[in-house]
């Protein structure tokens, strides 16, 4: 299939009705949001209405007593969340996505935000559908829709399936055309409601918020009581009102508040240490909920490497083993660096593959059907475990083992029976 893409005219007509893919991923919390969470709370509200009532009567130093600590755990939270806000907003645009798309017949890498429906994207392996669309035209593509659909084994695309935006490509090529993006896609219709922001509280603001909401309970008795008792006393209305309220401020000195703004200050302190090493934190809180972290489960080895494959040796159990080898590193799309150490040792060939299976690290092998004197073999590649099944000799797995105790990454070439797909 010719795949020329959209031309300028048709992108910019496009972009003038508002097809674009304008919606922004939200990676981090709004201004609004940091702000209204610290200020509005329950506890706050109650200490800036008293806060308030004290200026109206113009006590300004009973005043700033109950309001301040407040004001200052407040400002020092907020400020801690808006820091980590700009920092992650930052990291966001350094690792904005990029789309290959095909447009005046050419191949060109664009943002994400300025794709149009009808565009022709282009897939490869890693890449992430970030729209909705139609697959034109495939190239053994699989693509891993686990975080959709929760399946771990990935789907084999043909022409005219849909490519849903979140899947991401295993192996193979795919050019798809858009016809869904921003909040209509599939994968935005169904975690809209996961994406709400959930502020939790750790153990030790549970506790602490538990036993301020008692004290303030009973500093609100106390207070009904000073008022019924000074009702009592007192008949002058003006003297009334300012001992109750003189009274209140002293009652209400049983609430701790400065034990908040203690632990909003352990929090920035530790929060800024972290920083030093490169550790950000989007909410003050998570210094203590790491605490009470017991298994941290990570999905990489840990390995540091070069990236870079020499090859060493191989041994061969049949005559034209070679040839074989030779034959799969030229006839497979999967141009790893493997593949690419096997063309530099056995040299390049013109052969095209009748099928294949590409290369995941959850198949741990590939696939290559091709024609071969005449005759269509299917050459597999890839890890004992994965291949042993379809072995004759015994002996091959202590010469796999001998190897791997050296350090050396080995690779078992076979010819098997056919594959289906």
């Not at 006393?233 to 003297?239: E, L, R």
């Not at 091709?370 to 099944?389: C, H, M, Q, V, W």
Request: hydrophobic share 45%.
């Amino acid at each position: 299939m010719d795949l020329t893409g959209l031309t300028t005219e048709e992108v910019n007509e496009r972009i003038s009705k508002g097809e674009v893919n304008s919606v922004e991923q939200v990676v981090s919390r709004t201004y609004k949001d940091i702000i209204f969470k610290n200020v509005f709370t329950a506890f706050n509200i109650i200490l800036f209405a008293l806060g308030a009532i004290l200026i109206c009567f113009q006590e300004y130093i009973n005043a700033l007593a109950a309001t301040f600590v407040i004001c200052l755990s407040v400002t020092v939270a907020t400020i801690q969340e808006v820091r980590a806000k700009r920092r992650l907003d930052k990291i966001a645009l350094l690792m904005r996505p990029k789309v290959v798309v095909i447009r005046d017949s050419k191949e060109c890498e664009i943002d994400q935000t300025e794709v149009v429906k009808d565009d022709i994207i282009k897939l490869s392996s890693g890449d992430q559908a970030l729209v909705d669309g139609t697959l034109l035209e495939s190239e053994y593509l699989e693509m891993d829709e686990s975080l959709l659909t929760g399946e771990s084994h990935t789907v084999r695309k043909k022409e005219a399936d849909r490519i849903f935006s979140g899947s991401y490509c295993v192996t193979g090529i795919g050019y798809y055309r858009v016809d869904a993006f921003g909040e209509s896609t599939f994968a935005s219709e169904m975690l809209s409601s996961a994406k709400q922001f959930k502020k939790k509280k750790t153990p030790l603001q549970m506790e602490t918020t538990a036993v301020t909401e008692l004290l303030v309970f009973v500093s609100i008795i106390f207070m009904i009581l000073m008022i019924i008792i000074n009702l009592i006393k007192h008949f002058d209305s003006s003297v009334l009102v300012t001992t109750i309220v003189n009274n209140a401020v002293i009652v209400l000195d049983i609430v701790p508040v400065a034990l908040l703004l203690l632990i909003v200050i352990a929090y920035m302190v530790s929060a800024v240490r972290m920083a030093d090493t490169g550790v950000l934190l989007q909410n003050s809180n998570s210094i203590e909920a790491l605490s009470h972290v017991n298994v941290v489960c990570m999905d990489k080895t840990g390995t540091i490497t070069t990236n870079r494959l020499n090859y060493r040796e191989e041994i061969q159990y049949v005559e034209d083993a070679d040839e074989i080898a030779k034959l799969f590193a030229n006839a497979t799309g999967s141009k790893n660096r493997t593949v690419e150490a096997l063309i530099k040792k056995f040299g390049e060939a013109d052969v095209k593959p009748l099928d294949e299976i590409r290369f995941t690290s959850e198949r741990k092998y590939s696939a290559v059907k091709l024609t071969y004197n005449g005759k269509p073999i299917t050459i597999y590649s890839g890890a004992y475990s994965a291949l042993r099944d379809n072995l004759d000799r015994q002996d091959v797995k202590d010469v796999i083992d001998s190897y791997a105790k050296m350090g050396y990454r080995t690779l078992l070439l076979t010819v098997g029976p056919d594959f289906e797909m």
